[in-house]
């Protein structure tokens, strides 16, 4: 018997995905490894969505900054002019846009070209760049990130506004989630990872597991765990951090459920 599929999004964004797998007949473990939670003081960011006229383009670096930016977009119709815009990195943001009831018939949407490769570098290369000289752009993002995407439209001459929009951390290693942890060490199991910054979360969780564990070499069960990620990046975190079995899939669920479908 197949073991477990660990899924490790914040869990608004796991409980989906976690039903699609139990429809294919696996065993369902939601791990969430980022913990997502609102800014105590929105008054910047509904002040800047509150001008959303003024740019040429947004551009939403993950779902999670999709739904905090839409909390604050009661009434999308009404509120998002015309001729703005939208950018992401990949199909789950896709999925989140039009869960808000945005979708490319209504919104120009950029994303990049090849979904194995859904970051913020191809998404500058799928841009016209060179149309944003001069013209303000908004990225809608958590407190902390990668620069790379603002340097770029600032490249092109762009006035960027990086605005966050929520608030993420790595969750506490309670004795309930040391537990489970451990547990799911025990057998061979699917880890579905959708963040780098997820990723070495859960080896810094580790080790703080490993001191608390005398004898138990938690780094090394996991290393031997198998990951499936839908990002160069992510796939390039693991390698570093030891994982030896690593299947890329590119962006979106489907590959995502395809790659698990197609386990021996």
Not at 84 to 112: D, K, M, N, Q, Y
Not at 126 to 132: M, R, S
Not at 213 to 222: D, F, L, R, T, Y
Not at 251 to 262: E, F, P, V
Request: net charge negative.
């Amino acid at each position: 018997m197949p073991g477990a599929v660990v899924i490790t999004r914040p869990r608004a964004q796991a409980l989906p995905l976690a039903e699609r797998v139990a429809a294919l007949g696996r065993r369902a473990e939601v791990l969430p490894l980022l913990e997502i939670a609102p800014l105590p003081d929105t008054g910047a960011l509904r002040a800047v969505l509150a001008r959303l006229h003024d740019f040429a383009l947004v551009a939403f670096v993950s779902p999670n900054a999709i739904d905090a930016a839409f909390a604050h977009i009661p009434d999308f119709h009404a509120t998002w002019p015309a001729g703005v815009t939208v950018a992401v990195v990949g199909e789950g943001s896709r999925a989140a846009l039009a869960a808000h009831g945005v979708t490319p018939a209504t919104v120009t949407i950029v994303s990049p070209l090849d979904p194995v490769h859904s970051d913020s570098e191809h998404l500058l290369q799928a841009l016209d760049l060179a149309a944003l000289d001069g013209r303000e752009v908004l990225i809608v993002r958590g407190e902390a990130g990668r620069e790379l995407m603002g340097d770029g439209f600032r490249a092109a001459g762009a006035r960027v506004t990086a605005m966050p929009a929520y608030r993420r951390s790595v969750p506490a290693l309670t004795p309930a989630f040391a537990a489970r942890l451990r547990a799911l060490l025990d057998e061979p199991n699917d880890w579905i990872v959708t963040s780098s910054e997820a990723l070495r979360g859960l080896f810094v969780l580790l080790e703080e597991l490993g001191c608390a564990a005398s004898g138990e070499n938690v780094v090394a069960k996991m290393q031997q765990q198998h990951f499936i990620v839908p990002h160069t990046r992510i796939a390039e975190t693991a390698h570093l951090l030891g994982i030896s079995q690593v299947t890329l899939t590119g962006s979106g669920d489907d590959r995502l459920l395809a790659a698990l479908q197609s386990r021996p």
